[in-house]
């Protein structure tokens, strides 16, 4: 009986399907409730999980937050006005969340469809435009475009139309997540599953990926594609959530302070021989 339950166990621990979270915050990277904001040009928003706070260099506390979908959010120009973090060389902070294994991107956004593509939320290079991770507002339309780029250069999401309205002005909840075991990469709008998509990321070439940013593109020493518009609660996962919990996320919120959880693997072993 002891060995079927070990068997058993092992085949759960190596295929992660029957994987269940208590509570949605587990796996949280980083999250940015984006209510408080303190200096001026700079400026700083805390991180309330790991304190890797974002920092915006044009923008002043005492300006941009406004009200937001919970609490407070941030306002951006669309002209000069972004946030940003960069991880520390050789640090661990697990920032980016797409560089590797699973992870997801939860996200409110307000704001109107815009002339060009204009980014609102992307995970970039300091050094190269390889990968990127982004959400973007379509041009001359209301709807949020998904792009991404992997560290080759690489890019199996470019891009795909969606129909389901996310910038018309009112708040809206856009979410992606990738799970390294099945390989699926899908992307929610209000809680739907707009797009889905299936693929390896390649990560062959390790160039520096230490950048997240909300506001604008910021890559490779150039910020530019300044989105005009709010958001509100930003938050990443290394591991992929499901459209539950992005339901979850959306009706409730995220409640603070977030705990210490265990750590989660985000990407498999590439071999089980040793699980026992």
Known sequence: MKRKL???????????????????????????PLNTASGAYPM???DVVAGNDLVGPTMDSATMLVPGQFGNAVTFDGASTYLTFQAPPDSDTGLPVSKKGSWSISVWVNG???AGGNY????????????????????????????FRDASGGNPVNLPAVTNISLNSTWHHVALTYDALSRAFLHYVDGS?????????????SSVNDLVNLGARNR?????????GKVDDLALWARALSQAEVQDVIANGIVTPVPQFAPTVSSNPSSATNLY
């Open 44 to 46: 700083t928003t805390p």
């Open 120 to 147: 609102y939320f992307v995970e970039s290079s300091s050094i190269n435009n390889n990968p990127l991770t982004a959400l973007i507002a379509r041009a001359n339309t209301n709807t949020t475009a998904v792009y």
């Open 220 to 228: 490779n020493g150039v910020v530019d594609l300044f989105f005009a």
């Open 193 to 205: 599953l707009v797009y889905s998509n299936s693929f390896v990321p390649n990560y062959a070439n």
């Open 6 to 32: 070990q068997i058993a166990l092992g085949t759960i621990l190596a295929c992660g399907a029957l994987t269940l979270y208590a509570d949605v915050r587990e796996g949280m990277v980083a999250y940015w």
């Open 112 to 114: 109107a469809a815009q």
